[in-house]
């Protein structure tokens, strides 16, 4: 807030909502709130200093249809300096980077929510569901909670609607990844998984309510194969720390192995917080692979499996230089012992040769524990 020098943290103006039709709203439960939370970065809009001068009690309304994410902008401030050159036009930088036709009246927003909620389908092919209840702690009580079930689908620029979708959606790329930026949408190669809440209306309409997205491109990889390069990944505020991140990066990882095309998964520069998703995903995945772990590990494996597991893929493993991964890593990281083994493995799930490789370090050591 203005204190007296007219310069507001950018941040704390700027005010995000998700909105919901009336109908929608009255399902949520009274602990559910999807109003109002703060961007973590606004310097790419608003400058390094993350400051707009020339107000008092500035508010930058920025809300978001839930579904379609139809916006509406409007900024409101108790005073504004008159020297109008010095003042930062509060709405207008902030037009420039959330496509044009953004509602600035309120009625009309509401009523096109109302309308949005009906008729607005998530684009693209569904490629994985879950569901979970609406939030981590169970109740007082122990009741059980309703489940919510989620929903994410896969498409491209070129799938109809969803380029000026897109345009809606990855001002969130701007506010909550650090050094995140426009992705170029002449490039070829831009796929997206986008993740959705989906709710029943009382008279079984779905209704369906954006959570969070991924980009991916992918690389011509020799001989005819592609690389995926995950290379933006967003969970909103309200959202975040209930698993869905998690859930998303499985869809991502398994939309991966089911594609024959697709030799492996890459992720572009990863911010800590999602390095960690990265890792626990991936380590839970390769701990409850039974075969894995059994050639890896042996009998006395980290999961204490007695074998029986997943039937290979047909491929024939160079089983005879097999030596179990931490025989030789006692007292010391290492790589895997056998490295034609590893790389079987590696390409069979497909994992990022660095990321494979530290994941076999983090396993050894789990081991030796
Ligand atoms: N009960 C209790 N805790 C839980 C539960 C649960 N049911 N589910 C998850 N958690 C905890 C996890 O243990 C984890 O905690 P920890 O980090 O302390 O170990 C934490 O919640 C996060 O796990 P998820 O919930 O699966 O992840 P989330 O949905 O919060 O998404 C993400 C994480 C993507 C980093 C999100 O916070 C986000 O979008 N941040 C801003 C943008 C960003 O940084 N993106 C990554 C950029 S890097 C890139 O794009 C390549």
Redesign the pocket.
Known sequence: MAGGDWTTDSNEALTLSLVRAQEDKKALRSDESFEQFHP?FTYPIYGEEEKIYGYEDLVIDLRFASGSLAQFLSVSYAKKLDASSTVDNAEGILSEFIPPGYDTDEAMFLSRVEEDAISFKPIGRLVHSYKRSPR?HALPDGTSEETIEYEVYHATLDDPGFREYHRRMQIFILL??EAGSYINEEEEGWEFVVLYEKRKRANGTPTYHFV?YSSLYNFYCFPERVRLR??????LPP????????ELYKAIYNYVLSCPAVSELT?????E??E??RD?NDLRMLLAHEQFIREGFGDSGVTGSQGGGRVSKGKSRARTQVVPLGSKGKGKMGPPVDRAWAENWRKDLKIASRQFHRLVEMLILLHLD
């Not at 992720?267 to 911010?271: G, L, Y």
């Open positions: 973590t981590i909550y990844i969070g995950l290379s933006q990944f967003v969970i959202y975040q720390r209930q698993g869905h991140g998690s992720v572009e520069d990863p911010a917080a999602f960690d998703l626990r």
